[in-house]
């Protein structure tokens, strides 16, 4: 489902952002002039072991530590995903464009703790040309994420 119809349709009050083509999370801090505080980056995770997959959200300051995420989400190992299989659960995105509403394609998703320090968090919608600014407590209400510490710093 597109991000923007999705939150129209759970009335949960958001701005879109349309800006220039960027393809990741930092170069959409700068293209906003926001801080990379501010973005919130996803990741596609896997169980390596039952291939499960799991959307990590973080900041675009931080990387994913996937002994600590193993660890959050209690099963194991997880690597990180590729473009192919983002594809292949997301076909409403364009290539490389993961929402953070894993529940919205079957996933779980998993919010890094050092966003709930903010009050607001950007992230790509669909495409590499529109991004959503949104309350931190509306994105939690609505998505319901496990949350945890998984990251360290870039």
Do not use: W
């Not at 349709?9 to 800006?19: A, I």
Request: hydrophobic fraction near 40%; proline fraction near 5%.
């Amino acid at each position: 489902m597109k991000t923007v119809a999705f939150l129209s349709e759970k009335k949960v009050p958001f701005r879109l952002v349309p800006h220039s083509e960027v393809y990741d999370a930092q170069r959409l801090a700068q293209t906003l002039h926001v801080t990379g505080r501010e973005v919130a980056k996803t990741v596609l995770l896997r169980s390596e072991a039952s291939h499960v997959y799991v959307v990590a959200v973080l900041p675009a300051t931080r990387h994913v530590d996937l002994a600590k995420a193993g660890r959050a989400l209690g099963s194991g190992k997880f690597e990180l995903a590729g473009e192919e299989d983002i594809a292949q659960r997301c076909p409403d995105c364009e290539t490389g464009v993961l929402p953070p509403f894993g529940s919205q394609y079957g996933m779980r998703t998993l919010l890094d703790e050092s966003l709930l320090r903010r009050d607001e968090i950007v992230f790509e919608a669909n495409t590499h040309r529109e991004a959503i600014r949104m309350k931190v407590a509306d994105f939690r209400e609505l998505e319901e994420p496990l949350t945890a510490d998984f990251t360290s710093e870039s």
